[in-house]
T-cell receptor, first 114, second 113 residues
Framework: DAGVIQSPRHEVTEMGQEVTLRCKPI?????LFWYRQTMMRGLELLIYFNNNVPIDDSGMPEDRFSAKMPNASFSTLKIQPSEPRDSAVYFCASSAITGNQPQHFGDGTRLSIL | DQQVKQNSPSLSVQEGRISILNCDYTNSMFDYFLWYKKYPAEGPTFLIS?????DKNEDGRFTVFLNKSAKHLSLHIVPSQPGDSAVYFC????????????FGPGTSLSVIP
């Protein structure tokens, strides 16, 4: 069974450019999560969706960040314009919707903003 | 303010011995706890969980203990193997929103052959 698939695995871009990170959750999972991992703040939840609907985006750091989930099999996290302090590893995770279901993580996108 | 704390950034253990990873939490609303393991360049992988109605949960070599009064949990790995070398994250969530999982900063475990 395919796990959570993220692309690209690595992204290096210049400050001010738009960055789009992509995620395909596990088929049948109804919840999708975007996390950011940095040395300073660890693993922090940015936003999550249930049945393609954003439920909690309180972790999104600024208006420069936006996330969409147009269908059950695809989500994007966009940063526009990007800044050097956005450099981090971004993880996508998915889980079944009911109760205490563990989240399954993708292998992350390592983002470097120069 | 960190709601989930892992005060030991790293731990080294000899192969075959017990590894004990500790975790403390501050939010009394947390009632479900998880441990994830992470290898370099990979995403975290779910390892084991425990509900607050229990004080122990065991899965093979892995056992999680929960002390609610102390707001403390620990992960025991017995016996430790070199393949267990990874970063271990403690995580917690509350009944109000089990989806909103709060992760600790992680403990890097090295199992020495």
């Amino acid at each position: 069974d395919a796990g959570v698939i993220q692309s690209p695995r690595h992204e290096v871009t210049e400050m001010g450019q738009e960055v789009t990170l992509r995620c395909k959750p596990i088929s049948g999972h109804n919840s999708l999560f975007w996390y950011r991992q940095t040395m300073m703040r660890g693993l922090e939840l940015l936003i999550y969706f249930n049945n393609n609907v954003p439920i909690d985006d309180s972790g999104m750091p600024e208006d420069r960040f936006s996330a969409k989930m147009p269908n059950a099999s695809f989500s994007t996290l966009k940063i526009q314009p990007s800044e050097p302090r956005d450099s981090a590893v971004y993880f996508c995770a998915s889980s079944a919707i009911t109760g205490n279901q563990p989240q399954h993580f993708g292998d992350g996108t390592r983002l470097s903003i120069l | 303010d960190q709601q989930v704390k892992q005060n030991s950034p790293s731990l080294s253990v000899q192969e075959g011995r017990i590894s004990i990873l500790n975790c403390d939490y501050t939010n009394s609303m947390f009632d479900y706890f998880l441990w994830y393991k992470k290898y370099p360049a990979e995403g975290p992988t779910f390892l084991i969980s425990i509900s607050s109605i229990k004080d122990k949960n065991e899965d093979g070599r892995f056992t999680v203990f929960l002390n609610k009064s102390a707001k403390h949990l620990s992960l025991h790995i017995v016996p430790s193997q070199p393949g267990d070398s990874a970063v271990y994250f403690c995580a917690a969530s509350a009944q109000t929103s089990y989806d909103k999982v709060i992760f600790g900063p992680g403990t890097s475990l090295s199992v020495i052959p």
